[in-house]
């Protein structure tokens, strides 16, 4: 297959990520990646700044991931998991167990993150039907979240963002609070809480569980809101007798500048979602964790057992590596690796709030975000962003990095400087 057979055949047959067929945006192919660099099938080589959505946090290609993964690999890539257990899942569960907070000791191993959310959303559900309260089946959420595109999960995705009048009468309607407005670093409100508050007061009796990205909303949004909101909504579903579940798919493992963005707030969920980075992007793993008092209720409920159970449950290679990823992150200093990606993300993108075309600039952990005031047209600025060098997939109004943590000082200045060149455009 030629370049060009490639191109065409792709566009004919493929979908990709909210994508078009026919008609697709045109899209790079590529032949490689190692470290920070995506090598491009015509030669080209890009630094990714955006870490293959977030995912690869120390790069593609690592030769101690790559190490894991050929060990495992001599040994068995996959057996099913009913009735079989292996070395790989048991102890990345225990690792995961030891990094997160105390209360959660039960790990659901899933195939994606999406997957992920609806396994911590069945298990509130089924958790209320085993305490002999199925009515608490609903869930509450605060605007500008993203949970995923399976149809639970983008239930609790924002309604306007996520489209939700596509999908009406199919969606289960969910309560959606006001999106926090106190921003991370402000002085905090109680008023922010208000709207959450009153949801609680109002629907308690019919809500399963809260659910909402701590600290950083990502795909909603990229933005930044105060710790103190997630201290405030866990303390007020305790007193409603609603569970917590956060989702800490996009700010797990250190993107915030926190292992786990729960941090901040210096609480811990009823049911927490990680994915995206688990794996150091190698291949796609999620894991739900649940604390005792949660999984205690599903062997006296009526069906015994928790009702899920997917084929590839702890795929033996994806857990393999995954381990691997965790001990590396482990291995070194990452919080001030982070904390120096935050200083220079800070320092380098702030001048672009002089741009007419930009309406904010904000910066936490290695995630550093430009907002203009309109949205970019991506089919424009993507190969502007590729003739530089640089790999970015801005969404909606944002421009926004998150490069992986291995990324040097000159080429996050690559990264930046490319941002700013683009929106001076705009
Ligand atoms: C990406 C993401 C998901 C969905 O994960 P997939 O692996 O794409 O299914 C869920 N929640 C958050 C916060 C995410 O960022």
């Not at 106190?182 to 109002?202: C, H, N, P, Y």
């Not at 811990?268 to 794996?279: E, F, H, Q, T």
């Not at 949660?294 to 997917?310: K, W």
Request: glycine residues 8%; contains cysteine; hydrophobic residues 40%.
């Amino acid at each position: 297959m030629n370049l060009d057979q490639l191109i065409s055949l792709d566009r004919q047959h493929v979908w990709h990520p909210y994508s078009a067929m026919p008609n697709p945006l045109p899209v790079f192919p590529v032949r490689a990646a190692k470290g920070v660099r995506l090598e491009l099938e015509d030669g080209r080589s890009l630094i990714d700044g955006i870490s293959s959505w977030w995912t690869c946090i120390h790069g593609y290609n690592h030769p101690r991931l790559n190490a894991a993964a050929t060990e495992q690999m001599a040994q068995m890539s996959h057996v099913m998991f009913g009735g079989l257990t292996h070395r790989p899942a048991v102890a990345l569960a225990k690792k995961l167990i030891d990094i997160t907070p105390e209360p959660l000791q039960h790990v659901f191993f899933s195939d994606s993150g999406s997957v992920a959310v609806e396994v911590a959303m069945k298990q509130a559900v089924q958790y209320w039907h085993n305490r002999g309260q199925p009515q608490k089946n609903r869930f509450l959420t605060i605007r500008s979240g993203y949970h995923g595109d399976t149809f639970a999960a983008m239930s609790a995705c924002d309604p306007v963002n996520g489209m939700h009048h596509l999908f009406s009468g199919v969606l289960t309607q969910q309560y959606f609070a006001e999106s926090p407005q106190v921003r991370f670093g402000e002085d905090w409100q109680e008023s922010d809480i208000e709207s959450f508050e009153k949801l609680l007061v109002e629907k308690g009796d019919r809500i399963a569980a809260a659910i909402f990205e701590p600290v950083v909303q990502n795909a909603g949004g990229v933005r930044f809101y105060h710790p103190e909101y997630v201290r405030r909504a866990s303390e007020l579903c305790k007193q409603h007798n609603v569970l917590l579940i956060l989702d800490e798919i996009a700010t797990g493992f250190g993107r915030s500048g926190k292992l786990f963005a729960c941090e901040y707030a210096n609480i811990c969920p009823d049911i927490m979602c990680v994915g995206k980075a688990l794996s150091g992007g190698f291949m796609s793993l999620a894991a739900t964790l649940t604390t005792s008092h949660i999984s205690e209720t599903f062997s006296s409920g009526e069906a015994g057992v928790f009702m899920h159970g997917p084929t590839f449950m702890g795929n033996p290679l994806a857990c393999a590596v995954s381990l691997a990823n965790l001990n590396l992150l482990e291995s070194y200093d990452w919080k001030t690796t982070v904390a120096n990606i935050a200083a220079q993300l800070q320092r380098e993108l702030e001048p672009c709030r002089q741009l007419k075309a930009v309406k904010d600039v904000r910066v936490l952990g290695a995630i550093g975000v430009v907002e203009l005031h309109q949205p970019v047209d991506m089919g424009a600025v993507q190969p502007q962003f590729v003739d530089q060098g640089v790999w970015l997939r801005p969404f909606g109004r944002l421009i926004y990095t998150m490069p992986p943590y291995i990324i040097e000082p000159d080429e996050l200045t690559a990264v930046t400087g490319a941002i700013a060149t683009v929106a001076k455009t705009l």
